[in-house]
């Protein structure tokens, strides 16, 4: 999408003279690109910029358990390099071999563009140092990622990741007021507003996985019963999850014992956010939220709206959509360096 100067300052509330110095610069940098006059208005014909996106990336991570995987985008989100996945050994120095080794592979591929920086996802709490999610033991590998690549590395939750992705090429991108329920091995969420991220203030908002739906519930490993996280959580089938269809004998089981408390969630928050939509992703195949989802309209209640639009949607990003937003960090930090739409910390806080 390209805009004027003119445009740019009433959209960012700059006087014109900042923008124009920014654009300069910028031009100068070759990250934008002038794309010629607007021709059928009134007056001098404005000339439009917009971003070149083939002039920097970013490279993303996503770590989910004892695998990271990893590709580069461009700076509107288009991949530009495809990456892949390698194991997160125990080691330091033999996660740091295979982290050169995709180094080498990036460089070689991205030539002369311009590294903005590196983004992180991952599925543990980054406001909650005491707080130990089952999945979370691979932190110091994490630490070991960071320190590899160095300052310019941004660290997110991995729902918080998957619903910027969301926000700026997925479901979500021409809303701007959603929730984001993150279904994996752990269950997390994700509160939009105004296309700004709502953290809370401890900086906890959206752990819609410890949401309670029946306090006689299995015991959840935070201490609580009933949490939606013991009824959601995909952990139990591991690396299986691949291997089944919406036949088998357990993810019916499943799907049974997953569908009324994820039901209860949805109206429980649809109640106290009055979201314009709900959307399901994560790491869970997309063949499994499609069931999830049919079961969980067959039984909705229309409780706060008489529209007939669809108040729960899935990802259209699929399994890659914290991966993605992993790797939109450096560019959204680039472009709002707000600590209400993204942390950057060191993981010391984390243990």
Not at 54 to 77: A, I, K, P, Q
Not at 116 to 135: F, K, Y
Not at 155 to 175: C, F, P
């Amino acid at each position: 999408e390209s805009l004027s100067r003119v445009e740019l300052a009433r959209l960012s509330g700059l006087t014109p003279q900042a923008v124009r110095n920014i654009v300069e610069d910028l031009l100068a940098e070759g990250f934008v690109k002038q794309i010629g006059r607007r021709k059928g208005l009134r007056g001098q014909p404005q000339i439009e910029v917009a971003i070149n996106p083939d002039r920097g990336y970013s490279l993303g991570f996503h770590v989910t358990g004892s695998e990271c995987r990893y590709l580069g985008t461009n700076l509107v989100g288009d991949v530009v390099f495809e990456g892949g996945a390698f194991k997160l050994a125990s080691d330091a120095a033999e996660i740091r071999r295979s982290l050169e080794r995709i180094e080498a592979a990036c460089s070689q591929s991205m030539q002369d563009r311009a590294r903005l920086g590196v983004g992180i996802a991952v599925s543990a709490p980054l406001a909650m140092p005491r707080h130990r999610e089952p999945h979370s033991d691979y932190l110091e590998q994490v630490r070991t990622i960071q320190h590899f690549f160095g300052p310019d590395t941004w660290i997110e939750n991995d729902a918080n990741a998957a619903a910027m992705a969301e926000n700026l090429s997925g479901t979500a991108k021409e809303r701007s007021d959603f929730l984001y329920i993150f279904i994996g091995a752990g269950v997390g969420g994700a509160i939009v507003r105004d296309s700004k991220l709502q953290r809370g203030y401890r900086g906890n908002a959206g752990e819609f996985g410890h949401i309670l739906v029946d306090p006689n519930g299995p015991q959840c490993h935070c201490g609580n019963r009933g949490c939606l996280h013991t009824y959601l959580s995909l952990a139990e089938f591991g690396d299986r999850i691949d291997r089944l269809g919406s036949d088998d004998g357990e993810i019916k089981a499943w799907l049974a014992r997953a569908v009324p408390p994820l039901t209860r969630a949805i109206v429980t928050l649809e109640n106290a956010f009055d979201p314009d939509r709900i959307i399901l992703g994560g790491t869970a195949p997309g063949w499994l939220l499609e069931l999830l989802l049919a079961g969980v309209q067959e039984i909705l209640p229309s409780t706060c709206t008489d529209e007939a639009h669809q108040r729960v949607e899935i990802s259209r990003l699929g399994i890659t959509s914290a991966l993605l937003g992993a790797s939109a960090l450096p560019l959204l930090n680039l472009m709002t360096p707000h600590p209400d739409l993204l942390t950057k910390q060191s993981l010391e806080g984390m243990r």
